[in-house]
């Protein structure tokens, strides 16, 4: 009887922990900023659903937690998914609590459409997703539709939904721009703003957000 009590305590137990690592939350920052032609002597802090047109620039800025693991996955105009960032191939400082990292431009070419960006934290590694994108990547035409539909089922699933009711996906513009992961107050100078983290994203375990820019 004592160890059939003793049982069932250990389980109640294990089940309060897993609980608790469950619950436990995760955030990160980012910001989308653009320059060209068409934006003129400037630079512009982005917001979903931006209008852009080919030839403008882009530059992602991504804030995240160490410890964490970080993906960037793009979904370009022409309908290809890319894994754009991972931080699983990067060493980091140990001294790091938070890391900050600011992506290289890239130009928007003339294939108008929708490029969607995927932002995902996560407590453990992803394994099934950087192992589809992997096949992905390396698949002949008819096997890449095949991994191109299994991406978008995990990516759905991954992403917040429209009530919130797994809790990966709360994003919230901040007040001031974090720069290099330092808050600003003031009008940064246009050097600064080119690292600017202007959103928040918190989830539980996993945090998700979804970014569109309108490529005209």
């Known amino acids: 009887m004592k160890l059939f009590q003793g049982i069932i305590i250990i389980l109640h137990l294990g089940l309060i922990l897993l609980s608790a690592q469950s619950d ?50 793009l979904l370009s105009s022409q309908n290809v998914y890319s894994l754009f960032y991972t931080s699983a191939s990067h060493d980091f400082s140990e001294s790091e609590d938070n890391i900050f990292t600011t992506l290289p431009w890239f130009r928007l070419d003339k294939s108008a459409g929708e490029e969607t960006f995927y932002l995902i934290s996560s407590r453990t590694p992803i394994t099934e997703m950087e192992d589809l994108l992997d096949k992905y990547i390396k698949a002949k035409k008819q096997s890449r539709k095949r991994f191109h539909k299994r991406i978008e089922y995990v990516l759905k699933d991954l992403m917040p939904k429209e009530d919130s009711s797994n809790g990966v996906g709360l994003v919230t513009r901040l007040d001031e721009p974090i720069i290099g992961g330092v808050t600003f107050r003031g009008k940064p100078d246009l050097i600064m703003l080119e690292q600017a983290l202007t959103h928040q994203c918190e989830g539980d375990n996993i945090a998700a957000a979804t970014f569109r820019i309108v490529h005209k």
């Open 24 to 73: 436990e939350s995760i955030s990160f920052r980012y910001g989308f900023i653009a320059q060209g032609e068409t934006i003129g002597d400037t630079l512009l802090t982005l917001d979903d659903r931006a209008e852009l047109s080919a030839g403008d620039e882009v530059k992602l800025n991504i804030g995240f937690e160490k410890g964490t693991t970080c993906y960037i996955i």
